[in-house]
């Protein structure tokens, strides 16, 4: 306690526009348990975002809804997930951020037993905006857990936190088709309130307080977000593209249940969910692409991921050729593929982003998701449409077509003076 009182001491003294400093002593912190909980708190705050898709099926026949009109579920919570970003994470740098991260989950897990109470579609709507406004906690862990770091160890405990961000994105969906499946979906939601309301009493006790780094107002900070995509073409050329590939990532894992859930498959929430494990395998093998992009460039790793999604994408399209089983079979290799393909340009367009301004790496990290998920929210609602339009090709036809796209971005050269 002396040396966090100290520390507060020490923050009082600092002059507008001075560098601030953490409460705690970096070169203690962050301890293995604590990079755990960050881990943790991160993948558990942020697969919120993600337990209704595999149980879009068993929840719009329970509450009486159309598939289409249950697909705004998914469409609202990776809208709300990009407005928070946009006007909650540079909040981080301006209030202390243990107070942010304890805020945003009190009010999730409000959120997520709204959801499991309600009784009509505006509701739950209302519900999953809330949930990804709230689920923004995740992107105020990581940069705590980069600031709790010393330099040496600073590369080491981000990733180890961006690892347990990454298997809550994907194992929410199976533990969502699994838990809906056996004891309904709105025992799913009750469940996730109790996870992030135990992550929140640890992280209360056992996470720092942290000192403002940035005097600057709220408007100015929102303002220098757009500045900085004004000024620099490589971020907007990797938003653009990241975000391509999240519309037909979110296409595919919104609709995927109902899917299944029709002919010829009839076929639960769990099965969906277990979708998840191989798309797990293939985002476990991207930090492979860190290496390669070491090595070789991120550029390249860039152009490999989006054609690997393509191709993954297209793969499926060829689906209706086979018999169910076959069917089955695409469906796991194809997630395989375009799960490494997304998680992979991900990595190396963060690379790519972070070498534009190190002093304003939050802020361009803002800028960079904040594109992803637009995309996640325009492809959730694009795919609810195209599966009931055209069927299960109009999903996978869509995914393939914007993945192209993403690919012909990354050879879009950006001009010099614009970088």
């Given amino acids: ?53 595999p149980m879009l099926g068993i929840l719009a026949a329970d509450i009486g809804v159309s598939n289409l009109d249950a697909g705004f579920i998914p469409t609202l919570t990776q809208l709300g997930y990009a407005l928070g970003i946009l ?10 951020r243990r107070n942010i991260i ?12 709204a959801a499991g109470l309600a009784n009509s579609l505006s509701i739950l709507l ?24 010393h330099e040496s160890r ?27 499946e056996h004891f309904g979906w709105r025992s799913m939601f009750m469940l996730a309130a109790v996870g992030v309301s135990l992550i929140a009493v640890a992280i209360w006790r056992g996470l720092p307080h942290f000192v403002p780094t940035t005097t600057m107002s709220y408007r100015a900070l929102l303002a220098s977000l757009l500045d900085l995509m004004r ?82 994408f297209a793969i499926m399209n060829l689906s209706p050729l086979f018999p169910p089983t076959a069917q089955l079979w695409l469906l796991g290799i194809g997630t395989l593929g375009f799960d490494l393909g997304v998680q992979s340009t991900l990595i190396a367009h963060q690379t790519i982003v972070y070498g534009i301004d190190n002093g304003a790496r939050s802020r361009l990290n803002a800028v960079l998701f904040v594109g992803m998920f637009i995309g ?16 299960w090709t109009g999903v996978t036809g869509m995914a393939t077509v914007t993945a192209l796209a993403a690919l012909a971005v990354r050879y879009w050269k950006v001009p010099a003076d614009e970088a």
């Avoid at 002593?25 to 558990?44: E, I, M, T, Y």
Wanted: avoid cysteine; proline fraction near 4%.
């Fill in 87 to 96: 006007l909650l994470a540079p909040l981080g740098d301006r209030h202390d």
């Fill in 376 to 391: 996640m929210a325009a492809g959730a609602t694009l795919g609810s449409a195209l599966l009931a339009q055209w069927g």
């Fill in 1 to 53: 306690m002396s040396s966090i009182h100290q520390s507060h001491d020490q923050s009082a003294a600092l002059q507008p526009g001075q560098a601030a400093v953490n409460l705690a002593p970096v070169h203690q912190l962050p301890s293995p348990p604590l990079v755990l909980l960050l881990a943790s708190g991160a993948g558990l705050s942020v697969a919120s975002l993600y337990y209704s898709q």
């Fill in 102 to 113: 304890l805020i945003k989950a009190g009010l999730l897990v409000a959120a997520l037993i």
């Fill in 154 to 180: 600073r590369g080491k405990v981000v990733g180890t936190v961006m690892t347990g961000l990454l298997m809550g994105i994907l194992l929410s969906r199976v533990v969502s088709g699994f838990v809906a």
């Fill in 126 to 149: 209302i519900a999953s905006l809330a949930i990804g406004l709230t689920a923004t906690m995740a992107q105020d862990i990581v940069p705590a857990a980069a600031t709790l770091a």
């Fill in 231 to 312: 000024r620099h073409g490589t971020l907007r050329r990797a938003a653009l593209a990241q975000g391509l590939l999240a519309m037909g990532f979110s296409g595919f894992w919104s609709t995927l249940a109902v899917m299944l859930h029709a002919e010829p498959f009839h076929m639960g929430s769990a099965v969906a969910g277990a979708f998840g494990l191989a798309g797990a395998a293939g985002a476990l093998a991207a930090p492979l692409a860190g290496h390669l992009a070491d090595k070789r460039g991120p550029e390249l790793v860039t152009k490999l991921g989006a054609g690997l999604t393509a191709a993954s």
